[in-house]
C-alpha cells in the first residue's frame, strides 16, 4: 500500500502568454492567454500542476474570482488529499 500524501505547498500564478496574432470571436477578442496555473508539491518532493481557464464572458469567473476561491480553500484541499 502507498503511503499517505501530503501537500506541502500549492502555488497559484496568472498565466498569461502572448500570443502571435491576436484573435477575436463573438465573445471577445484577445492578444493572450488568459489562464491560472496551480502548482502542487508533496512533501515527498513530487510536484503537479494544474489549468484553470475562467472567462468572464463565458462563465463569469475571473482570474481574480479564481484566486478568491483558490485562498478561501487552499487549506481544505491540502487537508483532503492524500493520494492520487
Same mark, same amino acid.
Given at each position: 500500500?502507498?503511503?499517505?500524501? &501530503?501537500?506541502?505547498?500549492? /502555488? *497559484?500564478?496568472?498565466? /498569461?502568454?502572448? *500570443? ?5 470571436? #463573438? %465573445? #471577445?477578442?484577445? &492578444?493572450?492567454?488568459? %489562464? ?5 508539491? %508533496? !512533501? ?7 489549468? !484553470?481557464?475562467?472567462? %468572464? ?7 481574480? !474570482? #479564481?484566486? #478568491?476561491? *483558490?485562498?478561501?480553500?487552499? &487549506? ?9
Amino acid at each position: 500500500m502507498t503511503p499517505p500524501i &501530503a501537500i506541502a505547498r500549492l /502555488q *497559484f500564478e496568472p498565466l /498569461q502568454i502572448p *500570443f502571435k496574432v491576436s484573435f477575436r470571436h #463573438a %465573445s #471577445a477578442e484577445r &492578444a493572450e492567454t488568459l %489562464s491560472v496555473w496551480v502548482r502542487a508539491e %508533496s !512533501s515527498t518532493g513530487g510536484v503537479g500542476c494544474g489549468e !484553470s481557464c475562467p472567462r %468572464s464572458y463565458v462563465t463569469g469567473e475571473t482570474i481574480e !474570482s #479564481a484566486r #478568491a476561491f *483558490f485562498d478561501r480553500h487552499e &487549506a481544505e484541499v491540502r487537508e483532503a488529499v492524500h493520494d492520487l
